[in-house]
């Protein structure tokens, strides 16, 4: 399959690069960054919000996987991340309109729920792809924005669009030399990760679901939520949301029932994505 790639030099797009060639797929990708000498793909350096340069770039593929954003609302002022994620976003959907391309995989992000946020904790536990979404800051709007901006490609194109939402993602242990969490005592850490509701995702694991992603026998827009099956701390989950969630209600299933089997299971639940891509994370960084 051809596939262009926007985002491929930030840490997910690089895995996803060495994913998909291992899988026998032909790749083009897209970045603001000049190609690296030594790869051996054909590479678009350029902005998103460019459009004519999407256009081009779509020309001739049978698939696209955007991830090419800014990742955060610390990294650009707010009129840089709504311009880039949201305009970027609609020329790549634009474009694969425009060209035919009957597949796109975008990376959203837990933030698109809005829930995971000191000021809007989740409304229920174990947090699912089915909350109601209350994004309010500049990024979490625009990956809300940005699925929203999916649904519409597959109304307009009768094609497939997957929005893959990611927790916390980490690098390969070793990979990264002293990570800041390192210097960080336990106590101020599991304050500090609360509202993230201590979930990680391996990076190698969003590589695999963004190529089940590319093939999974599904129509129309989906969206699935990504985690490792445990949270990081060695305390039991159950005993973490007593102490720092204990008015959380679960509407589901009982805590006694969820965590019968893992103590630490996570608290955000990816069955959905288990289910309809066939998406097992393999990776736990405890």
Known sequence: MNVLVTGSSGLIGSYIVKRFIEAGHTLRTLDRLAQPRGQDWEHLPGDIRDLALVRRAAQGMDAIVHLAAIPNDFSGLPEDVLDTNIHGTWNVLLAAFEVGIKRVVYFSSINALGH???????????????????????????????????QSYVTLSGGTAISLRPTYVMRPPGEETDPWWNFVPVEQRLEMMKDDYWTFVDVRDVAEAALLSLTADLEGHHAFLLTADNIWPEIPAADLIRRFWPERPWPKVSMDEYFKDNPHRSLVDCSRAKQMLGWQPKYNQR
Do not use: R, S
Request: aromatic share 8%; with cysteine.
């Open 116 to 150: 995971a946020e000191p000021t809007h904790p989740a409304m229920y536990l174990p947090m699912d792809d089915d909350v109601p979404h209350h994004p309010a800051h500049p990024y979490f709007l625009t990956k809300h924005i940005g699925e929203e901006l999916c």
